[in-house]
């Protein structure tokens, strides 16, 4: 189970931290994924960090912006999100893929979060 927490509304500028607290699973064999979806939008892909937490990868939508990152030992990813534009608005979710190597196709993930709604105004 993935539970993602931390959204809200923030102005242009602005910064946010999403997290995401897993449970029930070995966390620590998952990579994860943060994945967004705006309204009327597909869902995008945000960001991936692998099991070990040293290899990562990002949108260039935000690549500079957004950091990804983990600790283990609390079963927790995280988003830290910098510089928001209203752009960057939707509904961001958490994934866990149990393959080999990270991926930023959300059709390789397990298991999903619920959502947090992240909101930019300019």
């Known amino acids: 189970q993935l539970q993602a927490s931390g959204g809200g509304l923030v102005q242009a500028g602005g910064s946010l931290r999403l997290s995401c607290a897993a449970s029930g699973r070995t966390f620590s064999i998952y990579n994860m994924g943060w994945f967004r979806q705006a309204p009327g939008k597909e869902r995008d892909f945000v960001a991936v960090i692998n099991w070990w937490g040293d290899i990562t990868s990002y949108a260039d939508s935000v690549k500079g912006r957004f950091t990804i990152s983990r600790d283990n030992a609390k079963s927790t990813v995280y988003l830290q999100m910098n510089g928001l534009k209203p752009e960057d608005t939707a509904v961001y979710y958490c994934?866990?893929?149990?393959?080999?190597?990270?991926?930023?196709?959300?059709?390789?993930?397990?298991?999903w979060g619920q959502g947090t709604q992240v909101t930019v105004s300019s």
């Open positions: 994934a866990a893929d149990s393959s080999r190597y990270s991926s930023t196709r959300d059709r390789d993930y397990d298991y």
